[in-house]
C-alpha cells in the first residue's frame, strides 16, 4: 500500500486502487499509525487523540467503529496492512510506503526525496480535534526540521553559484524566514556578476522577514548587501558564507544598519521557545524527560492561538552548541524562551521552569517550581505541562500589554490597540476603563475582522454593566452580545472569543444552560485556558450546581494563581462559598476582594450578604454605604431582577442576607 501525507491525504493499493477512508476521524487515525510506525500505537493514546473531550467509554466505543471503518476500506488487504491487538494498533513493518518515511530517510547523498514535499503535511485534516491539531504542529515541525537539516546540508556542500542557487531555493522552499539562504542566494548572484539579482534577493528577504516575524535582516545581511552595493561582487564566488576574502585598508568596513527590536505580528502573536530541560541525577529511563516534558509543554501552549511557537528539538540541537539566550533570540526570532531544570529526588522529581523575556534584557517574567512523584512519568508530564501552559499565558499577556502601554507605537495595530487595553480594563477605575473601551473601538474600526478585539469588547460591556457605569444599559446588553457573536463569527476556534461569549450569555441574558455550552467548547478547544474554567465555574454556581462549581473554580486557580482578572473568579469563589451556607469563608474572601479590587461592585454583594447572615452588623454597614456609593439605588428587589442566579432557594438565600445587612427592599416591578 502507499500512503501519501504530503499535501491532501491519499491511500493506493500497490494495483493503484484507492483505499482512501471517507471519514475524516477514520484518515487521522491511519495518520496516525503511519507516522507512529514501525510503533504501534496503544488504544488509549488514539481516543486521547481523536475524542479528547469525551468520556473515555465513549471515546473506546467510536474507536472501535472508526477501526471497524478502517478494515472495512482496506478490504482483503487489511490483515495485510493493520495489525490489530486489544491495546494497540499499527500498520505491519513493510506494508506500506509513507511519503514522510522517505523524506525522514533521505541523506545528501540521496536528497531526491525533497521533492515529495511539495504541500503540508496532513493538510486537510486540521480541525479534527484538540488534541489532534496539537499532536499534528508537532508532527509537521518535526518533518520541517529534518528537510530543513538536509536542505541546510546540501547548500552547504555547493561551491558553484548556479548548484548554490537551485540548493538555496530549496531550502527557503521549506523555511522562508531562511536568512542563511537568501544570502547564499546574494552571493550567487553576485558571483555571476549580477549584482541587480543580489540586491533584488535583499529585498525578497526584508519583506517576507517583515511578513512572517515582523523583523528587519541581520546585521550580517545587511553587511552583505553593503558589500554588493560597493563593489559590484560578492565576498567571493559561491557557497559557505565564511568564504569573504580579507578586507584592506582602503575598503573599510560598511556601517550596518541598527536592527530593530522584534516586535510581534501585527495580527497577533509572540514567539516563544521551549528548550529542553535540563536533566540532573535521573535514571536511564528517565533520560529523555526533559525532550519529552518541552514538548509536551510546546503542546499545550500551541493551544493560545495568538502565540507561535519553535520546536524544543530545532532548539535542543542548537542548544548543543551553545545555550546563549541572546543567540537563540537572533537564530530563532524569539521574543520568550522557557527553559529550566530537571531534578530527582527519592521517589519524586522536581521541575523548576523559568520564562525570559529575550527583549528586555533576558528578564525573568515567570517562575514556578513542581514536585511531582516519579511514579508516572506520562501523569506528571501532562500535569506540569497543563499548569505551565495555563500560568504563561496569562504572564505573556500582562507583559506584552504593559509594554505596549509603556511604550504605544505611532501607528498601532488592532492586536497593540486591544493589548494596552487589556492593562487598562484590570485597574477597574472608571477613567482608564473608559479609555480601555475606546482603545477596543478603535482596533475593531482599524481591523474589523480582527476576533478579539470584538470578543474582549463584549467583556468590557459585561463589566460596564456589572459597575453600574453604563448609560443606556439596554443598548450596552445588546452591544454585547453582537460582538460576542462576531467574535465567534470571524473565529470558531478561538477559545477565549468562545468562553467570553459565554460569560455574556450568562451575566447579561441569563441563558446559563447556553452558556455553559460554550464554555465547554472553549475547553474542547483548550482545556488549559484559566479564563474557560473560572467563567465556567461561575455558570455552574449560579446553576446550582454548587459541586461542579467549586471544582472549575479551583482548576482555574491552580492553573492561573496570579491571574490579572482573578477578581471576576474570586467573586465567583465568594458566591459560592455563600450558596453553600459557608459564611465565614464567603466573608474572608468578599473582604480580600474589595481590598484588592475596592472599585468591584459584583463582589460587595455576596460579601455583604454573608455578613448580614452572620449578623456582623457593624462591617455589613460599612460594606453597604460602600456598595450604595458605588450603585445608588441597589435594592433586594433590583438584585433579584437582574441575577443569574437560578435556583429559587439559592435566590431567597441572598436576599434574606442582604435584608438582614440592611439593604431596603425597593419597590415592586410594575
Keep these: 500500500m502507499r500512503l501519501r501525507l504530503i499535501g491532501p491525504m491519499e491511500a493506493w493499493t500497490l494495483t493503484g486502487e484507492s483505499v482512501l477512508p471517507i471519514g475524516r476521524k477514520t484518515r487521522a487515525m491511519l495518520a496516525v499509525l503511519a507516522l507512529s510506525a514501525p510503533r504501534p500505537v496503544l488504544r488509549g493514546r488514539l481516543a486521547e487523540l481523536l475524542w479528547g473531550r469525551r468520556p473515555e467509554e465513549q471515546a473506546r466505543a467510536s474507536l472501535r467503529q472508526e477501526i471497524h471503518r478502517l478494515l472495512e476500506t482496506f478490504g482483503p488487504v487489511g490483515p495485510q496492512v493493520l495489525v490489530v491487538t486489544r491495546d494497540h494498533l499499527a500498520l505491519r513493518t513493510g506494508a506500506a510506503w509513507v511519503d514522510v518515511d522517505e523524506v525522514m530517510r533521505a541523506t545528501p547523498a540521496k536528497p531526491a526525496a525533497l521533492s515529495l514535499l511539495d504541500g503540508e503535511l496532513l493538510e486537510d485534516l486540521d480541525g479534527v480535534d484538540?488534541?489532534?491539531?496539537?499532536?499534528?504542529?508537532?508532527?509537521?515541525?518535526?518533518?520541517?526540521?529534518?528537510?530543513?537539516?538536509?536542505?541546510?546540508?546540501?547548500?552547504?556542500?555547493?561551491?558553484?553559484?548556479?548548484?548554490?542557487?537551485?540548493?538555496?531555493?530549496?531550502?527557503?522552499?521549506?523555511?522562508?524566514?531562511?536568512?542563511?539562504?537568501?544570502?547564499?542566494l546574494m552571493r550567487a548572484y553576485a558571483a555571476r556578476g549580477e549584482r541587480g539579482m543580489a540586491i533584488q534577493t535583499y529585498e525578497r528577504c526584508r519583506a517576507v522577514l517583515a511578513e512572517l516575524l515582523?523583523?528587519?535582516?541581520?546585521?550580517?545581511?545587511?553587511?552583505?548587501?553593503?558589500?554588493?552595493?560597493?563593489?559590484?561582487?560578492?565576498?567571493?564566488?559561491?557557497?559557505?558564507?565564511?568564504?569573504?576574502p580579507p578586507r584592506t585598508e582602503a575598503q573599510p568596513e560598511p556601517q550596518a544598519e541598527p536592527r530593530p527590536e522584534l516586535r510581534p505580528e501585527r495580527r497577533g502573536g509572540v514567539r516563544v521557545g521551549v528548550m529542553p530541560l535540563h536533566v540532573v541525577g535521573t535514571t536511564e529511563a528517565e533520560g529523555h524527560l526533559g525532550t519529552g516534558l518541552a514538548e509536551e509543554i510546546t503542546s499545550a501552549l500551541a493551544r493560545f492561538r495568538w502565540m507561535s511557537f519553535v520546536a524544543s528539538g530545532s532548539l535542543g540541537r542548537f542548544a548543543a552548541h551553545t545555550r546563549d539566550e541572546t543567540a537563540v533570540c537572533r537564530a530563532f526570532g524569539l521574543h520568550y524562551l522557557l527553559d529550566g531544570t530537571i531534578q530527582r529526588a527519592p521517589g519524586r522529581l522536581r521541575v523548576a521552569l523559568r520564562l525570559l523575556d529575550l527583549r528586555a534584557g533576558n528578564q525573568m517574567v515567570w517562575s514556578c517550581r513542581f514536585d511531582r512523584s516519579s511514579d508516572d512519568l506520562m501523569t506528571l508530564q501532562d500535569e506540569i505541562a497543563a499548569e505551565a501552559a495555563g500560568q504563561i499565558d496569562p504572564e505573556i499577556l500582562l507583559a506584552e500589554a504593559?509594554?505596549?502601554?509603556?511604550?504605544?507605537?505611532?501607528?498601532?495595530?488592532?492586536?497593540?490597540?486591544?493589548?494596552?487595553?487589556?492593562?487598562?480594563?484590570?485597574?477597574?477605575?472608571?477613567?482608564?476603563f473608559a479609555q480601555a473601551g475606546a482603545l477596543l473601538r478603535q482596533a475593531i474600526a482599524l481591523e474589523p475582522d480582527y476576533a478579539p478585539a470584538h470578543a474582549w469588547h463584549a467583556l468590557w460591556c459585561v463589566l460596564d454593566m456589572q459597575q453600574g457605569w453604563a448609560a443606556d444599559s439596554a443598548a450596552r446588553v445588546a452591544e454585547a452580545a453582537r460582538h460576542a457573536e462576531q467574535a465567534i463569527l470571524l473565529d470558531p476556534q478561538d477559545a477565549k472569543a468562545l468562553t467570553i461569549a459565554g460569560h455574556v450569555r450568562a451575566c447579561l441574558h441569563r441563558r446559563l444552560r447556553e452558556a455553559i455550552s460554550l464554555h465547554e467548547r472553549a475547553l474542547a478547544l483548550n482545556p488549559n485556558l484559566a479564563m474557560a474554567w473560572g467563567f465556567s465555574g461561575v455558570a455552574f454556581t449560579c446553576l446550582g450546581d454548587l459541586a461542579e462549581g467549586e471544582r472549575r473554580l479551583a482548576r482555574f486557580r491552580k492553573l492561573s494563581p496570579l491571574d490579572l482578572y482573578a477578581f471576576s473568579f474570586d467573586t465567583g469563589r465568594c458566591l459560592l462559598a455563600l450558596l453553600g451556607g459557608d459564611y465565614p469563608a464567603?466573608?474572608?474572601?468578599?473582604?480580600?476582594?474589595?481590598?484588592?479590587?475596592p472599585t468591584l461592585l459584583a463582589a460587595r454583594k455576596p460579601y455583604l450578604a454573608a455578613l448580614g447572615h452572620l449578623g456582623l452588623q457593624e462591617e455589613a454597614a460599612a460594606v453597604r454605604a460602600r456598595l450604595l456609593q458605588l450603585e445608588p439605588g441597589f435594592t433586594v428587589r433590583r438584585f433579584l431582577r437582574t441575577t443569574p442566579i437560578e435556583k429559587a432557594e439559592h435566590r431567597e438565600l441572598f436576599a434574606a442576607g442582604l435584608r438582614a445587612a440592611g439593604v431596603a427592599e425597593g419597590e415592586p416591578d410594575t
Design 130 to 184: 484538540a488534541a489532534f491539531d496539537a499532536w499534528l504542529i508537532a508532527e509537521r515541525e518535526r518533518l520541517r526540521d529534518r528537510a530543513r537539516t538536509l536542505a541546510e546540508t546540501l547548500l552547504h556542500d555547493q561551491s558553484e553559484p548556479a548548484t548554490m542557487i537551485a540548493a538555496a531555493n530549496q531550502l527557503l522552499a521549506i523555511d522562508r524566514a531562511h536568512e542563511g539562504a537568501w544570502r547564499a
Design 214 to 244: 515582523d523583523a528587519q535582516p541581520s546585521e550580517e545581511t545587511h553587511r552583505l548587501l553593503a558589500e554588493v552595493r560597493a563593489s559590484g561582487h560578492a565576498a567571493g564566488p559561491a557557497g559557505a558564507e565564511s568564504r569573504a
Design 586 to 597: 464567603a466573608v474572608v474572601i468578599g473582604r480580600g476582594v474589595s481590598e484588592a479590587a
Design 402 to 432: 504593559q509594554r505596549l502601554l509603556a511604550r504605544p507605537s505611532p501607528d498601532p495595530s488592532a492586536y497593540e490597540l486591544h493589548l494596552r487595553a487589556l492593562a487598562l480594563l484590570g485597574r477597574l477605575e472608571q477613567p482608564s
